[in-house]
């Protein structure tokens, strides 16, 4: 039997990566990244299996002879999974203009020749577009904050991107994905538990910013795989928002600090900075991000609690 096909944009990224890495034996894959906060190499998905289609494009700069080579990929494409974006709090921080116009630019390219194929869109949203409220059910109203944080500007391209596929009515599952981390996910960019995990090891102390009550729920990549698999399996949610995370590891900053100090035990001190010392005035804390997993618990619960995730990821090098 012949294997459906599935494209996957930002897929030398973390997550990107770990679809590949979980669906090469079930779909036939073309790969796209422009490698610009990758966290493999291409080389790496020729040795997963030499059927893979990998190709360098930067989608918010496509040329007429890329789109035509766009195009045709789609023909026979039954899913794609769009997870190309500019990530992390820190990257978002020092450059948030490049990280908007990027993501504002991919979607502009890319929704209109998705809209004319037949393929189903697996788009990766965020919490971030609930902003500041605490609750987050798909169907809520939103809270996201000032343009003059501009980080906010990521937020309001996801949930634009969510309109925009509504509008060009394509196929789709809108994904709005909190913390969902694992080995493999770099700590180079703000994502909390690799950063705190390399400090911890190679600095001998960790960093929390304000007085660390701010609370996050971590969901492990595994669990994040399941779900997907079992969503497009059984064709779930068609045309519908899903929260996907675990809201049973919610924990605050300061308690994932001393988590980690005791699972790795090792002797790091816990610095408490002033956030607006370390991040611009484009950035703002958020003080609880967790969700309502009613929805998603209709197909799988989340299983791995925050401890093993700390230990895999520090198995893996921090990353
Ligand atoms: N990891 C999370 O918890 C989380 C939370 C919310 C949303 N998301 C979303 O999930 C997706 C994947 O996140 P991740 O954690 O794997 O991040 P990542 O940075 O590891 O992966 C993103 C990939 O996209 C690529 N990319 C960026 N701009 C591109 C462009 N113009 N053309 C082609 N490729 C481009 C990068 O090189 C990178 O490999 C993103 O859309 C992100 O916004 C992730």
Redesign the pocket.
Known sequence: MTKKKMII??????????IAKNFFHKYDLVI?????????KADELSLLSDQIIYK??????LNEQEKDWFKKELEDTTYFC???????VK?IDENPNAAII??Y??NQNILPLIAQSNAKLL??????VYGNATECTEDQSLEIGSPDTLRWG?ACN?LMTEFLIKSYEIPHIT???????GPG??PD?G?VIPKMIKDAKEEGSINVYGDGNQCRSF?D?ED?LKAIDILISNDMFHNQTLNI?NDKNLITIKELAHLIRDTLKVDAQINYLNFHDVYSKNSDDIYKRSPNTAKLKEIYTPEIDVKSIIRKIAEHKYG
Not at 32 to 38: A, F, K, P, R, V
């Open positions: 944009t930002g897929g030398l990224g973390f997550l990107g990566s770990a796209i990244d422009n490698e610009s906060t990758n966290v493999i360098k494009l930067d989608l918010a700069l769009h997870f190309a974006a500019a990530v992390g990257k990027n993501e630019q991919v788009f990766a949203s965020s919490s971030e990521y996801k994904l709005r994905l909190f913390n969902v981390t996910q770099s960019y994502m969901c990549v994040f995370g």
